[in-house]
Structures are given as structure tokens and as C-alpha cells.
């Protein structure tokens, strides 16, 4: 157990009104019940999804008001969002009135729930909106020793604003107090790579023909290292001092080849397949994005910083490939920031970046350079998200720019497009992304299409069809756990639409120091958080865009990031995503098939104290005896008859890989 109890002040400084009640029936004992409003507590705790918890406000700080109704007192919160407070057996009830913020007019949707021990589901609301009247919730509390007030979003895309109104607990002895995370011991996993050679790049690479072609034989173990490719087709040659393939495939087909790293202590070896055609990004993008630590304060030196780091930090060695700038390289419609000030387009309507960013093609090059891609950002709309330019009515251009400078990867963002389309039609959900799709057909690169809609539509079932490489299936994360998990495991139910070439994408990831803007701080999750956010990542097969300065890792960071067995489950061939195969509580079990016929399972405890979860083979669709490895220890664990059972951390994860055994 890693949580402490904040105790309340005294109770006359609080909401507080007395009652007389006898409790026990046939005692002589009068007990007197105190009543405490929730907003009285430490609300501090709470955790949640976007900004902060306020005490009888709404989370953007107005009267708490729902479906036209006010309310002075209440806990105003946003979804996901997760209280929990100890109420040590002593409580007669919980009571409130809750429902959406009217300040989101009828947007959002959320749902409420009151969890007791074991987070038995003690009351539930149906899914509210914005505008539905209150629906009021009370609920006996006798025996309850943990109360979690707990807020789901219903779709998860925005505009969760939900309210507690009127919460109040009934406690028939002593003070309510509330949890809160301790700070964990952050304890690395990840072994340290063995100076002898490992090949860890992709398995499998798609490419069009006639586009330069760029990969990196991604290695660890002791330099100098010398790399060599067996049957690598015409058109392509390998630098044998640092592992980057370069050149042009001219004709469609597939190509086998056996790539070799070899240095004074051994050799590896890893097949190799080179599909050219019409698909790429056929297994999820391993990169980083300057949004979740840098935001409006992106500077061309911080990306190229950022580009350096990845191969000084290893990372390099282990895949990662992309260095992607998000919003803020272009001119924006009216900052006083000078760097952010000029003109957003020449004669012929051709983009012009920022003062910030004056050698696109510079830029580019110092990141190919390095064995490394990049990727850009825009929106459909006439501005972006941030208020930059974007690209209405300059799509074709646009497209040309991102090719001329050399870009890899494009992220574009639904933004202010909400002007042009109110997107409450399919056909209008897909027109920008279609447009920009025949833009980037016309130009000779590669360019990965990253859609970015925060999952409207259900972008899921035709992202693929409109010719997404990836699509957003939620609004934006942060570095809180109910933000994290309440995205991760809300993505079950998605994975009949991953593949080869087209990917779910739950958001970027938290870890490290992040912050959206010029200040940074440590990621909020805790250790066993962050594994939980990786491993979840990795089986979901999502695109992994680190969000953090990767100028500042620490060994912890660097630990989560660099271990290839955990990687591998992100980056297997087969493309396939991870789904929920047992739920029992706030414990879950992920599993997802790989190419060679094993499984990589996730053994998730949601909860707030450490808990065994097992993982029964009947739920895997396996039988028999299996042999089953821990990928984070990278160590086997042997081999298990029915199930295999583990104790999980609070808010962490077991990850595993199971074979049949010989
Ligand atoms: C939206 C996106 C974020 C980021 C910002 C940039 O919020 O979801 O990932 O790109 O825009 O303004």
C-alpha cells in the first residue's frame, strides 16, 4: 500500500451541520453524524483530466450550474476524474446532485460513479450531456471503508466538465480523509543492453517506388560497429560505418533481406523485409513530437536539439525515428511574440514559416543526417489549433512545401476546420482529410498521414479507407493518471481497425519532463503509472511520440524507453492491437497476438493497492502448459498450467509474452 491519509482541519472550519443519529439499534449511545461537504476536503487529490479541481465552482471556475440550475456549494471536476477518500467504516452515506456543466452548452458527455471497497460499483448515472437536468445520487455508505467518486467521459473527446453539486458525506464517527499517491521509488527494469551486437529496428518497412528511401539499422552493443545488408535490392546502398540505407526502389515488390551489426565482440543478425508499393508506416511510428513539452515555445534549435539527443541518448539504437514539430512553426494570425510575426504566404500562396524556423530544408537536413526522419503540422481549417497559419484552400501547395523541405510525416489537425464544416456529417468528417490525402499522393516523398480529429465520427472505421496512416481517437492527454488511463483503456473495442499502415493513436506520450510551453516538470504519473502508460502503448500499437525534452531524460525515463522486448510488442509485423480479455474490477487483462505466434499479455491493476491478477489461458484462447517470459525484467518467469497469477502495484502493469512450451 503506497497511499497516505491527508487528514481535514478541524471540523469548524467546515461545511459542517450535526445530527443526531443512533446508530446502533438497542444501544443507549446517541451517535452524533457530522455532515461533510466534499468541496471542504483536500480537493487538491483530486485527479483529472484537464485542469484543476474547484471547490463550488466548475472547473473553469463559474457557478456550478447544471441543465439551468445553480448550485453554491459542490466539487467541480473534469472527466476522467478519480477521488478517493478513506472512510474507514464510519460513514452513513454519500449524497449529491451531478450532471455537466452548463458552460459547455450541450456538449460533452460523462458518466458518475460511486465505488466502495474493492471499487464495488455502489451507483452509477446514465451518460449525461450538457444541458440534461441534475440526476441526484444518495447512497448507504454502512460498512464502506473507501469511497471513490469516480467520472468516466463517455466519448472521451471534450468538454467533460462534470459536476459533484451539493456532494456530502454522512459520517457517524470521526473525519473523512482523503488518499493521495506517495511518491513511488522510481526502480528501473529495463536491463542494460549488452555490449554485444542486437539489431532492434522494425522487422518489416514499407516504401513507394521512385521515394527516397531512408531506414536506419537500429543496433545496440559496443561501438565501432559495422553493419552489412545480404540481398538488398538495386537502387538501395548501406553506409557500413552507421547503418543508414539510402536511395530509391524504381519497381513495386518485396524484397528479403538479412542485415547484419558486428563488432569486436560478436555478430547479430535479423531478417529484414522491404515491401515496395503502395502502403507504408506498416508497423506504428517511433518517434518524438515537440507538443507536450515545448507547445507555442518550439524553436527550430530545440527540434534540432531534440534530433541530436535521440542519437546521443541511444535512443536511436532502438528504433526511434521520427522528430516531429507540432504547432507553432508557422506565422500566427496576431501574437505580439515578434518570433511568432510576418508574412504568412509569398505571391504564390507558398507558406512561409516563422522567424523561428528559416531553413526548413536546413533543418530537414540536419535530421536525415543523423539517420533520423521529421514530420510537420497543420490543419484543414484556415488556422490551426494555436492560432497559426494553416492550410484552407492551400492544401496542394501546402503538400509541396512539406516535400520540397524535405518533411516525413505530416500531423494535420481538425482546429478551426469546425468553421468551414460543422463535422456533424460523415462526408463532411472526411472531405479535409481526402483533399489533403490526393495533396500528398502528388508529391515523390513518403509522408506519413497522421490524422487528427480527437476521434470524431468514430475515425476508427474509416480512417484507414480516407487513407490515414494513423487517427486520433481522443482529445489530448496529460501527464495525470485519470487522463492517461481514462484514454488507454477506453481504446478495447478499437482494434479490429489496426493494421499494417494504419494505426489507432491514443495521443503522445507523458513521460519524462513535459509541460506545453517554456516551463517543464517532471511527468505527474508515478513510475508504476508510466510502465502502466508504456506497456499499454506498446500493446495497443499505437504511434509512440515521446513528449518529453528529450534533452533532460533521466535514467528512469531512458529505462522506459529503451527496452527492446517491451518495443518489440509495439512494433511486431503483424500490426495487430491489443484487446481486453478479462475485466474483474479495476483489474484488467490485455492481450495481443505477434508475429510468431505468441502473445504479449498485460496483467493491469487499476486499483489503489498492490493485488495479484491473474491471467487464465481460457481467456487467451490457449491451453496447456506455456512458458511465460517478463518482458520489462526481460526475464523467463518459466512455464504455467491454466493461468499465471502476479501482484500488481497500485496503478501498475506485469507484462509478459507467452509461448506454448516444447
Ligand atoms: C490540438 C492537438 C494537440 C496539439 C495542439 C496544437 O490540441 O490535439 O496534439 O497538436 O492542437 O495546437
Redesign the pocket.
Known sequence: MILKRIFPAAPCQWFVSLLALSLFAGTTHAQTARTYSISALDISQVEQGWGEPQANKSVEGHTLSIGGQAFTNGLGTHAASEFILDVGGRAASFSAVVGVDDEVGKQGSVVFKVLGDTNQVLWESKELHGGDVPQAVSVSLAGVKQLTLLVDGGDNIDSDHADWAEAQLVMTRGRPSVFSALKEEAIILTPKPSPKPRINSAKVFGVRPGAPFLFTIAATGDRPMTFTAKGLPKGLKLDKKTGHITGTLKKPGNYTVTLRARNKLGTAEREFKIICGAQIGLVPALGWNS?NCF?SAVTAEKVKSAAAAMVSSGLINHGWTYINV??FWEVHRDSKDPTLQGPQRDADGRIIPNPRFPDMKGLTDYIHARGLKTGL?SSPGPW???GCVASWQHEELDAQSYGQWGFDYL?Y?W?SYGQIDRGDTLPGLQKPYRVMRAALDKVNRDILFSF?Q?GMGNVWEWGAEIGGNSW?TT??INDSWSSMAGIGFRQNGHEKYAGPGHFNDP??LVVGKVGWGPSLHPTRLTPNEQYTHISLWCLLASPLLIGCDMTQMDDFTLSLLTNDEVLEVNQDPLGRQAARVAQNGQLEVWAKDMEDGSKAVGLFNRGYSETSVTANWSDLGLAGKQKVRDLWRQKDLGEFTGSFAVSVPRHGVVLIRVWPAK
Open positions: 507538443w507547445a507540432d504547432d503540422y490551426t489549433c494555436g500531423k489537425d482546429c487528427c480527437y486520433r482529445g489530448d495521443d503522445m
